[in-house]
């Protein structure tokens, strides 16, 4: 079982930057697959950061350039930059160990002046 708690969310104005960090239980973190979602109100939960356990990382064209995800010890992190209104949502930490997914419990991203 691996547990996942997320933070650093919240409120900021457009063109502004926020970064999160999902916090990861386990011994063996290192091997995780580990990644970002977002979802907004009526959409479908997406992609937004992934990272390997390598270091090897992936982003949607929609965040490209603009978020950055990094890992470190038992942490994962979000950078975002140049934050846009289309990127509020409720952001979820993501890690995947020997083909299960694990969730953490989300946390709000606003983007809005």
């Known amino acids: 079982q691996v547990q996942l708690v997320e933070s650093g969310g919240g409120l900021v104005q457009p063109g502004g930057s926020l970064r999160l960090s999902c916090a990861a239980s386990?011994?063996?973190?290192?091997?995780?697959?580990m990644a970002w979602y977002r979802q907004a109100p009526g959409k479908q939960r997406e992609l937004v950061a992934g990272?390997?356990?390598?270091?090897n990382t992936n982003y949607p064209d929609s965040v490209q350039g603009r978020f950055t995800i990094s890992r470190d010890k038992n942490t994962v992190y979000l950078q975002m930059n140049s934050l846009k209104p289309e990127d509020t949502a409720v952001y979820y930490c993501?890690?995947?160990?020997?083909?299960?997914?694990?969730w953490g419990q989300g946390t709000q991203v606003t983007v809005s002046s």
């Open positions: 990272i390997s356990p390598l270091g």
């Open positions: 386990g011994s063996r973190f290192s091997i995780y697959n």
């Open positions: 993501n890690a995947r160990v020997s083909g299960r997914d694990f």
